[in-house]
């Protein structure tokens, strides 16, 4: 309700500390509203969905690599919203740090998912490349705080 309130009302009702948690101001000319309007996020959830794809299938029996590798991919864009929703520079970039440490975290067990023989060259290379790109995103919205 506040967020459809805040996209289709004058802002000019609204006081600095409520604009403050509602916008985080990247450019001059850029305004995001809300997290879900984030494409970091946006991607980070692309991934998860991906990876739930591969490793929910019903031949996949490994359910302890599965959980963990989906909790730290879930973990990206739940950090991500989290930072979103802080006040002070030093809680944004603690959960960025957070979501950053997760990517990392997903990396590393796609190396080993590829070595076990859990995803294919093809897919490995894609995945691990949206991780470096969302981990890159990630490290440019720490330079701009």
Do not use: P
């Amino acid at each position: 309700m506040i967020a459809t309130a805040i996209r289709f009302e004058s802002t000019k009702r609204w006081n600095d500390k409520t604009l403050k948690r509602w916008r985080v101001f990247l450019s001059k000319r850029v305004c995001i509203m809300l997290f879900e309007e984030l494409k970091i996020r946006n991607e980070a959830q692309n991934l998860y969905n991906t990876l739930d794809d591969i490793f929910s299938k019903d031949s996949f029996r490994n359910y302890f690599f599965r959980d963990q590798i989906l909790r730290a991919t879930l973990s990206i864009s739940n950090n991500i919203a989290e930072w979103f929703e802080r006040e002070t520079n030093n809680e944004l970039r603690r959960f960025l740090y957070i979501a950053k440490w997760s990517c990392g975290e997903v990396r590393s067990m796609l190396y080993l998912a590829q070595t076990r023989g859990y995803v294919d060259n093809e897919n490995f290379e894609k995945l691990v490349d949206t991780c470096k790109h969302i981990s890159i995103m990630i490290y440019k919205y720490i330079e701009k705080l």
